[in-house]
Every structure is written in structure tokens, then in C-alpha cells.
């Protein structure tokens, strides 16, 4: 897909950032389609479908985490790729805006090239995402996959898994270098069960780098953010 084929929403009150980062997509002959709030936000997002949302946090009426929240809650919406922007560069922040499920983070003042870079990247990791999925296996580096038979090679060894612990690096490796917090994980993974408690999840995910990683002790497939939850870091395969 070119640049051309993508079409982005910036929200952002503020004209002169709105037309800086518009300036900057349409250099790199990106769509480009503009709100001036959440609510006109949510409005086009439906009508246009957008491939990406750059999002600030601080918005009239709505804010952007209660616009994120909104479009992460909708099914049509649910993995729309978001680009949160805000003025505080504080670490509580980009906290709040990755659980709240935006897949990135640029606190402002940023340059238009960084901007810029970071839309590349989500875009290309959302198109990559989607391909994962339907995939028969996976094959990255150090890591293969067999969906169909369950068989996992860690740097050409076979790993024995138990099926949730299939199950649970299944759904990393198909949300690669994304924040994924406990709750999204016992959803996802375990579903409907009930007698699961977020310890659970970290119990998988120990026994996971056990099995997978090279020194369980220090992980660098299956990283853990402190207070939020884990990354399954797809660069680190390469290494
Ligand atoms: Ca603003």
C-alpha cells in the first residue's frame, strides 16, 4: 500500500499544530482529514474510515482518552491504529494513553520528521498485523511457529508448551511491540473463564520465558512494563 492510499485523521483544536502536522502527512502524500474535537473526531472516523488517528489528549468537550477509550470499546474500531499526541511529557501519561490501547506516543514539542516516522511505523506494523493472523505459522529471527500442529522452535530447539501457554505466545507474536496489559491478555486468551485472576497470566508468562527465552531471568522477547504489562518485542528476535 503507498502513502497515497492511507488516509489520516488528525484531531488537535489547536490550528497550528493541526495545519504543522497536516503540512507534514500531505508532504509525504498521506490523506489527510482534520477534527477539531472528539465528537467531530468520532463523526468521521465512522464516515470516513481512517487508516490512523493522531489524537491529542487534551481536547474541548471529549478528551482523548475518552475518544481512545470510545473507539476501543467499538468493534469496527477496536484496532484502528491511534497516534496519541500530548503536552505533558510525564511518564503517568504515556502510561494512561498505552493501557488505554493507543499504539503510540509523541509528547509535544516533537519534530514533523519524528512525527512522521512514527506513523510509518504504525502503519506498517497495523498491515503487518493483520497478514500475521491469518497465517499458517510465524517465522521471525530466533522464533517458529506452527499454528496448524503447535510446534514451537526457539533458536532451532523444540520448546514444549502447554496449550495456554501456546495460546498466550500465539497472541504476542500476532501483537507484536505493542503494550498489552493483564486484563487484555485474560480476555484474549482465556476468555470467558472465570477462575483466572491476573496472577495467571503472569505464571504463563514466566513459564513462557522458560521455555522460550535464551535467560529467563533476563527476557528479551517477552518484556515486562513495569505497572502496565508486557511487550512482546519482535526487533529483539533479530539479535
Ligand atoms: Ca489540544
Same mark, same amino acid.
Given at each position: 500500500?503507498?502513502?497515497?492510499?492511507?488516509?489520516? /485523521?488528525?484531531?488537535?483544536?489547536? %490550528?497550528?499544530?493541526?495545519?504543522?502536522?497536516?503540512?507534514?502527512?500531505? $508532504?509525504?502524500?498521506?490523506?489527510?482529514?482534520?477534527?477539531?474535537?472528539?465528537?467531530? *473526531?468520532?463523526?468521521?472516523? $465512522?464516515?470516513?474510515?481512517?487508516? /490512523?488517528?493522531?489524537?491529542?489528549?487534551?481536547?474541548?468537550?471529549?478528551?482523548?482518552?475518552?475518544?481512545?477509550?470510545?473507539?476501543?470499546?467499538?468493534?469496527?474500531?477496536?484496532?484502528? %491504529?491511534?497516534?496519541? /499526541?500530548? *503536552?505533558? *511529557?510525564?511518564?503517568?501519561?504515556?502510561? /494512561?494513553?498505552?493501557?488505554?490501547? *493507543?499504539?503510540?506516543?509523541?509528547?509535544?514539542?516533537?519534530?514533523?520528521?519524528?512525527?512522521?516516522?512514527?506513523?510509518?511505523?504504525?502503519?506498517?506494523?497495523?498491515?503487518?498485523?493483520?497478514?500475521?493472523?491469518?497465517? %499458517?505459522?510465524?517465522?521471525?529471527?530466533?522464533?517458529?511457529?506452527?499454528?496448524?500442529?503447535?510446534?514451537?522452535?526457539?533458536?532451532?530447539?523444540?520448546?514444549?508448551?502447554?496449550?495456554?501457554?501456546?495460546?498466550?505466545?500465539?497472541?504476542?507474536? $500476532?501483537?507484536?511491540?505493542?503494550?498489552?496489559?493483564?486484563?487484555?491478555?485474560?480476555?484474549?486468551?482465556?476468555?470467558?473463564?472465570?477462575?483466572?485472576? %491476573?496472577?495467571?497470566?503472569?505464571?504463563?508468562?514466566?513459564?513462557?520465558?522458560?521455555?522460550?527465552?535464551?535467560?529467563?531471568?533476563?527476557?528479551?522477547?517477552?518484556?515486562?512494563?513495569?505497572?502496565?504489562?508486557?511487550?512482546?518485542?519482535?526487533?529483539?528476535?533479530? $539479535?
Amino acid at each position: 500500500m503507498s502513502n497515497a492510499a492511507h488516509k489520516i /485523521l488528525v484531531v488537535e483544536d489547536e %490550528p497550528d499544530i493541526r495545519k504543522l502536522v497536516q503540512y507534514n502527512l500531505l $508532504q509525504e502524500r498521506y490523506k489527510v482529514l482534520e477534527a477539531e474535537d472528539g465528537e467531530q *473526531a468520532l463523526k468521521i472516523i $465512522q464516515r470516513d474510515k481512517p487508516n /490512523l488517528v493522531i489524537l491529542d489528549l487534551m481536547l474541548p468537550g471529549l478528551s482523548g482518552i475518552e475518544v481512545c477509550k470510545l473507539l476501543r470499546e467499538r468493534p469496527d474500531t477496536a484496532k484502528l %491504529p491511534i497516534l496519541m /499526541l500530548t *503536552a505533558k *511529557a510525564g511518564e503517568a501519561d504515556r502510561v /494512561l494513553g498505552l493501557e488505554l490501547g *493507543a499504539d503510540d506516543y509523541l509528547a509535544k514539542p516533537f519534530s514533523p520528521r519524528e512525527l512522521v516516522a512514527r506513523v510509518r511505523a504504525i502503519l506498517r506494523r497495523a498491515n503487518g498485523a493483520g497478514q500475521t493472523e491469518n497465517l %499458517p505459522s510465524y517465522n521471525k529471527g530466533g522464533l517458529k511457529i506452527d499454528f496448524a500442529t503447535y510446534e514451537v522452535f526457539a533458536r532451532g530447539k523444540t520448546v514444549k508448551l502447554t496449550l495456554k501457554e501456546f495460546e498466550l505466545l500465539k497472541f504476542l507474536v $500476532q501483537n507484536p511491540n505493542r503494550v498489552l496489559n493483564r486484563d487484555q491478555l485474560l480476555d484474549r486468551v482465556w476468555g470467558g473463564d472465570t477462575f483466572v485472576t %491476573p496472577r495467571t497470566v503472569d505464571v504463563h508468562i514466566r513459564r513462557l520465558r522458560k521455555a522460550i527465552e535464551k535467560d529467563d531471568s533476563k527476557p528479551q522477547w517477552i518484556l515486562t512494563l513495569r505497572g502496565v504489562g508486557y511487550k512482546f518485542d519482535e526487533k529483539a528476535l533479530e $539479535q
